[in-house]
């Protein structure tokens, strides 16, 4: 039986729930791609099946913030998924601030432990900084999904060095997550 991976590229093209922005680069569009690269790497894995929240660059999910978080988490439970990754990048006022984090909703549990094997995944295959795995329970895509779940901020937009990185390298963040899942199932690579 393979592994049901859900695969949730934040915020839309357009309309409601668009996400930050930052050095000339839309969260969205380095979601996007991100996710379309690890849907590649999980389809090209037998031991993986999987679905995306986005099937085009312009799809949008929902017409506010609330419905479109709802759809993607709906989408996860119906399927349904094993385990839930949704991909974001991360902003901040300060240029200074970069680096790689992973929120989960608690502490010591399967997405607990997911969220460290694909922290250092990507950490190893891009070199960002590793900000480690962060409680928030807050966060609608933890709280309300049935499966194991959790949030990338795969580097900030506003930060030069990390920008550059999302710019020209989204293979590379998306065979870190893809690695850390294999880290953490102690699969050898295919």
Not at 95 to 111: D, H, K, L
Not at 140 to 156: F, G, K, W
Not at 177 to 182: A, K, R
Request: glycine share 8%.
């Amino acid at each position: 039986m393979a592994i049901k991976i859900f695969v949730d590229q934040g915020h839309n093209p357009s309309g409601p729930n668009t996400g930050a922005e930052g050095s000339g680069l839309l969260e969205q569009d380095v979601t996007y791609a991100v996710g379309v690269y690890l849907a590649d790497l999980l389809r090209a894995d037998p031991r993986f099946e999987v679905r995306l929240s986005r099937s085009t660059p312009e799809e949008i999910l929902g017409t506010s913030n609330a419905t479109s978080l709802a759809e993607r988490v709906r989408l996860a439970n119906e399927w349904p998924a094993d385990y839930f990754i949704s991909i974001h990048c991360n902003a901040n006022v300060n240029p200074a601030v970069n680096g790689t984090e992973v929120y989960v909703y608690q502490e010591n549990t399967q997405a607990y432990w997911l969220a460290q094997h694909v922290l250092a995944g990507i950490v190893a295959r891009v070199g960002t900084r590793d900000n480690g795995v962060r409680i928030r329970p807050s966060l609608y895509v933890l709280r309300r999904t049935q499966m194991p779940s959790i949030l990338v901020e795969l580097a900030y937009l506003t930060n030069a060095s990390d920008a550059m990185k999302l710019e020209n390298d989204p293979f590379g963040f998306a065979q870190g997550i893809y690695n850390g899942l294999l880290s953490y199932f102690d699969f050898e690579p295919y």
